[in-house]
């Protein structure tokens, strides 16, 4: 079944504990992104990969980091996490094509307290 | 700048005809999305404009005029399971490999029977 994954899909954390959400997908799809998701903002972008060892910031990277080391994985990492950072996480991928459809992951709520 | 508006929330009767409404003002235009979400769970694709005009697909009709910075998502014969947010994105840019989706807030819309 063609799908992206993420774990863990639930996290309650400290601030300033480093801590990793992983994302998968098993399209091969070249081009993977990360979301947060907060009440009244939307949807908006973290960072986002267009393929292996090319990632790029989208709209509010600050305080997060991304790693393209193989096709099917880009791993969302916080160094430092911070209460603002509490939010829900969804990764993403497309491939290339007419209609750029992206296939979200079921995303991950983070709380830090 | 960039601007993506539709209505905070909507209400409509199950079996009747509801539009949700989206107006843009982005850098570029290379295509327009709308995705449905139900609460907790990841957006999922209904429909993709790049051109003017009305792309139907089942009960779900998008429309897009790209003079006028406008879209409307059209749900005909409503159930009580099309309760959801409805999410209005548009993709910058001018066209090659240009990746940024702008999401709108969301519409929630409450179907009642």
């Known amino acids: 079944e063609a799908q992206v994954t993420q774990n863990p899909r639930y996290l309650i954390t400290v601030t300033g504990k480093k801590l990793t959400v992983t994302c998968s997908q098993n399209?091969?799809?070249?081009?993977m992104s990360w979301y947060r998701q907060d009440p009244g903002l939307g949807l908006r972008q973290i960072y986002y990969s267009m393929n292996v060892e090319v990632t790029d910031k989208g709209d509010v990277p600050e305080g997060y980091k991304v790693s393209r080391k193989e096709k099917r994985n880009f791993p969302l990492i916080l160094e430092s996490p911070s209460p603002n950072q509490t939010s829900l996480y969804f990764c993403?991928?497309?491939?290339?094509?007419?209609?750029?459809?992206?296939?979200f992951g079921p995303g991950t709520r983070l709380t830090v307290t | 700048g960039q601007n993506i508006d539709q209505p905070t929330e909507m209400t409509a009767t199950e079996g009747a005809i509801v539009q949700i409404n989206c107006t843009y003002q982005t850098s570029g235009f290379n295509g327009l999305f709308w995705y449905q979400q139900h609460a907790g769970e990841a957006p999922t694709f209904l429909s993709y404009n790049v051109l003017d005009g009305l792309e139907e697909k089942g009960r779900f009709s998008s429309f897009l005029s790209r003079s006028k910075g406008y879209s409307y998502l059209l749900l005909k014969e409503l159930q009580m399971k099309d309760s959801a947010s409805y999410l209005c994105a548009v993709r910058e840019g001018y066209g090659g490999a240009t990746n940024k989706l702008i999401f709108g807030t969301g519409t929630l819309l409450a179907v009642q029977p």
């Open positions: 993403a991928s497309r491939a290339p094509g007419e209609v750029l459809e992206q296939y």
């Open positions: 399209m091969n799809h070249e081009y």
